[in-house]
């Protein structure tokens, strides 16, 4: 069955450094997204993007983030200069035009240090 | 409460035993969705629910949903060890695509 991947599972780095995530979506799939969750916490979106745009974007979703589909497999989220409070799960989604279904990927656990 | 508050947070029985979560929400919504999460994996989509719609069923779980009330019930019956994670709520709003999701119940079952 098609599932989402995420890279690094794990990502540790210094503050101020700036660090890339990645997806790939599932291959079908038009609309993707970003989301986080701190330990303990819920899990809150960051920004949604369809058609080489970003169609939504939350509170969180500052300038010191963005997103990319740098060719037709792979999803991005960048943080330019990371804080410690950017330490937490970030999840990769991705859902059919016709559905409301959203798969996740596993994950990528960022530390920052 | 936020958008999404599922209670109780935490619930433990034994196998067999049915598990009831209840989630609350704010705003009139396109959809909820179930999804699992087990200890720091990532979040298995379970069962969506629409606005028009009451119940819904998909093997041991059964969703309902009452929008005048604006709530949702999670029940997974028959309950087994494997069962043992995080259930939240999430839902969708009219007009967007994004998920709002809830704190969680942290479902514990026991042999």
């Known amino acids: 069955e098609p599932e989402v991947t995420q890279t690094p599972s794990h990502q540790v780095t210094q503050m101020g450094q700036e660090v890339i995530l990645r997806c790939v979506p599932i291959s079908n799939h038009l609309y993707f997204y970003w989301y986080r969750q701190i330990l303990g916490q819920k899990v809150e979106f960051l920004v949604s993007?369809?058609?080489?745009?970003?169609?939504?974007k939350s509170e969180i979703f500052d300038d010191q983030f963005s997103v990319e589909r740098p060719d037709g497999s792979n999803f991005t989220l960048k943080i330019r200069s990371t804080k410690l409070e950017d330490s937490a799960m970030y999840f990769c989604a991705s859902s059919e035009p016709s559905s409301d279904t959203q798969y996740f990927g596993p994950g990528t656990r960022l530390t920052v240090l | 409460s936020q958008q999404g508050e599922e209670d109780p947070q935490a619930l433990s029985i034994q196998e067999g035993e049915n598990a009831t979560m209840n989630c609350s929400y704010k705003t009139s919504i396109n959809n909820l969705q179930w999804y699992r999460q087990n200890s720091g994996r990532g979040l298995v989509h379970l069962i969506l629910?629409?606005?028009?719609?009451r119940e819904k069923h998909s093997g041991r779980l059964r969703v309902t949903l009452d929008t005048s009330k604006k709530s949702s019930s999670l029940l997974i019956t028959a309950s087994r060890a494997a069962d043992t994670a995080s259930y939240f709520c999430?839902?969708?709003?009219?007009?967007?695509?994004?998920?709002?999701f809830g704190k969680g119940t942290m479902l514990l079952v026991s042999p």
């Open positions: 993007f369809y058609n080489n745009e970003i169609s939504e």
């Open positions: 629910i629409r606005s028009n719609e």
């Open positions: 999430a839902t969708r709003p009219w007009g967007y695509s994004t998920l709002t």
